[in-house]
Nanobody, 125 residues
Framework: QVQLVESGGGLVQAGGSLRLSCAAS????????MGWFRQVLGKEREFVAA????????YYADNVKGRFTISRDNAENTVYLQMNSLKPEDTAVYYC??????????????????WGQGTQVTVSS
């Protein structure tokens, strides 16, 4: 059982930066692959980034590659999403999630069994 709580969302102007955090509880965090997803009203939840339990493998959606960085600190049971060069299109509710199996499926919501409540990110133009 993994419980996730996101934080760090807020308002930022285009071109700015924001750092999201996802605090996890439970010993299983260190063996869980973590992902970030985002969702806007009227659209399906979309993949943003994922990181393997070891931290040695990361995967990004094409539209955030080079701007966003996912990382984790297993000692603190926390996964981060550093977002730079933010665009208005990045506005969404951001969710962190935990998956048990690392594969190409980590880019899909079905791979994740635990989800946080989400944190709002708004980028103004």
């Amino acid at each position: 059982q993994v419980q996730l709580v996101e934080s760090g969302g807020g308002l930022v102007q285009a071109g700015g930066s924001l750092r999201l955090s996802c605090a996890a509880s439970g010993r299983t965090f260190t063996t869980s692959h973590m992902g970030w997803f985002r969702q806007v009203l009227g659209k399906e939840r979309e993949f943003v980034a994922a990181i393997r339990w070891s931290g040695g493998n990361t995967y990004y959606a094409d539209n955030v590659k080079g701007r966003f960085t996912i990382s984790r600190d297993n000692a603190e049971n926390t996964v981060y999403l550093q977002m730079n060069s933010l665009k208005p299109e990045d506005t969404a509710v951001y969710y962190c999630a935990a998956a048990q199996f690392w594969s190409w499926m980590v880019a899909t919501t079905t791979a994740y069994h635990y989800w946080g409540q989400g944190t709002q990110v708004t980028v103004s133009s």
